[in-house]
């Protein structure tokens, strides 16, 4: 059982930044996958970026690629999501998941969620 709980969303202009964290409970985070997700008002939940369980290895969404960054502290159980360059259209309930091995791009494929955190951009 993995429990997460995500911080640092807020209201920021567009062209700022924001960090967001998750702290994962359990002594088993090093066996788990980490990715970030998130939802719009009235949009599905899509898949933003994902780190390994070795934290050697990422991967991200198109629209992300080159502004977000993820990375993760397996020492301190915790995953986070470096966000520059924001738009409004990065606007969106953020989310972080755990799945065993490897986190799935596909949302209802994961096994673990936190209760996400809103981001706000304003133009």
């Known amino acids: 059982q993995v429990q997460l709980v995500e911080s640092g969303g807020g209201l920021v202009q567009a062209g700022g930044s924001l960090r967001l964290s998750c702290a994962a409970s359990?002594?088993?985070?090093?066996?788990?996958?980490m990715g970030w997700f998130r939802q719009a008002p009235g949009k599905e939940r899509e898949f933003v970026a994902a780190?390994?369980?070795?934290?050697?290895?990422?991967y991200y969404a198109d629209s992300v690629k080159g502004r977000f960054t993820i990375s993760r502290d397996n020492a301190k159980n915790a995953v986070y999501l470096q966000m520059t360059s924001l738009k409004p259209e990065d606007t969106a309930v953020y989310y972080c998941?755990?799945?065993?091995?490897?986190?799935?791009?596909?949302?209802?494929?994961?096994?673990?969620w936190g209760q996400g955190t809103q981001v706000t951009v304003s133009s």
């Open positions: 359990g002594r088993t985070f090093t066996m788990y996958g």
């Open positions: 780190i390994n369980r070795s934290n050697s290895s990422t």
């Open positions: 998941a755990a799945r065993r091995l490897v986190v799935s791009t596909t949302p209802g494929l994961n096994d673990y």
